[in-house]
């Protein structure tokens, strides 16, 4: 049984730790790293062992999954780079490339980066995945396992997708909130109660989403279904149309892509160097 190092425990990182368990991983076979003592004695509580710093148990570990802030990253890396040879390094912060931190952690190659996303936290995520050649095949699948413990997962061929998934899945989720928010409000505003305003917004994008995900046909077949001629749905979308929503919100996922990229230069700065 592989044993693996989370260093940090996030959000992201509680949501595959609790959905390996849930899978059948033993806690034992689990380490974190963690400077908060909370953080700590809820760990503690699933009999998953915690340290305020690398420790023995970081250094046998076969995997290390880096989940600290991408500003923390490189002092992190810098901090590892003793223990880790040999151990498949999986990195889930924003916006850090690996070429960086390959650098950090003295040349090591066996690094697999990914984007998770919040609804991981009930199990519902996507996470997309990129590898360097340095790792194996069976590195891969090791990996996917991790990620795939908090929902579903996508392989990118080049590491400069992963801005482009941080845009669309990682981002997303806030950009389905501001819809649901949008909606609630339009109702608020046409008169309905709140308590209905606020179910019925939730309930159409849930239900829209699972019909979608159950679907074989594409979203758009699904759109001109329920897009009657003449009838509110089509002068809801001659709205959108007119105002040319669609090309706004490719703007915003291509800002978000951008800035994605920014980071990756930013944060992969030595002190003292460009």
């Known amino acids: 049984m592989s044993r693996i190092a989370f260093i940090g425990v996030g959000n992201m990182a509680s949501a595959l730790i609790g959905g390996m368990i849930a899978r059948g991983t033993k806690p034992a076979a689990i380490s974190v790293v963690e400077v908060v003592p909370a953080a700590r004695r809820r760990l503690a509580r699933r009999r998953v062992y915690a ?6 148990r970081t250094a046998k570990a076969d995997i290390l999954v880096l989940a600290v802030k991408p500003q923390d990253m490189r002092a992190a890396a810098t901090t590892l780079a003793a223990v880790a040879a040999g151990k498949l390094i999986i990195s889930v912060a924003a916006g850090i490339r690996l070429a960086d931190l ?3 952690l003295g040349g090591h190659r066996r690094l697999v980066r990914c984007m998770p996303n919040t609804p991981a936290l009930i199990g519902a995520g ?3 995945l990129y590898a360097v050649k340095g790792a194996s095949a069976a590195d891969k699948r090791c990996a996917e396992r991790i990620l795939a413990a908090a929902g579903k997962v996508v392989w990118v061929p080049d590491e400069a997708l992963i801005d482009p998934v941080t845009a669309v899945s990682g981002s997303g989720p806030a950009y389905v909130f501001w819809f649901i ?3 609630e409000a339009s109702a608020l505003a046409l ?3 709140p308590t209905a305003a606020r179910l019925l917004a939730l309930e159409t994008v849930l239900g829209a989403a699972k019909l979608a995900a159950g679907s074989k ?3 758009a077949t699904l759109r001109e279904r329920v897009t009657s001629k003449g009838g509110t749905t089509a002068a809801a979308l001659k709205v959108f149309a007119d105002e040319d ?3 706004r919100l490719r703007r915003a996922v291509e800002a978000a892509s951008r800035r994605g990229a920014e980071m990756g230069v930013a944060f992969g700065k030595d002190s003292g160097k460009d």
């Open 126 to 128: 996507i996470s997309g």
């Open 181 to 183: 928010e949008q909606l």
């Open 191 to 193: 008169g309905l109660a």
């Open 217 to 219: 046909d594409a979203p």
């Open 245 to 247: 929503l669609a090309a």
């Open 102 to 104: 390959s650098r950090w």
């Open 51 to 56: 340290s305020a710093a690398p420790d023995a």
